[in-house]
């Protein structure tokens, strides 16, 4: 399997995964939001950073091998 294949792959089920969180953020949002919305807001601020830092990672990872 081609490196560009794999790259590909991983993408996808990242984007998938992260996907599949966002969808259901909102319903995460509120159960949280229910203890404390200042948890909730932390929550959805760490979504985003996590989603840059994955392929920020994997970027890193990638140059190390190269």
Do not use: C, H, T
Request: charged share 15%; glycine share 6%.
């Amino acid at each position: 399997m081609s490196e560009n294949r794999k790259a590909a792959i991983a993408a996808a089920l990242i984007l998938i995964g992260f996907g599949l969180v966002a969808y259901l953020m909102p319903r995460i949002m509120l159960a949280i939001g229910a203890y404390s919305p200042w948890i909730a807001g932390a929550v959805a601020v760490l979504f985003v950073l996590a989603f840059f830092m994955v392929f920020w990672l994997r970027a890193r990872a990638q140059r190390k091998r190269d």
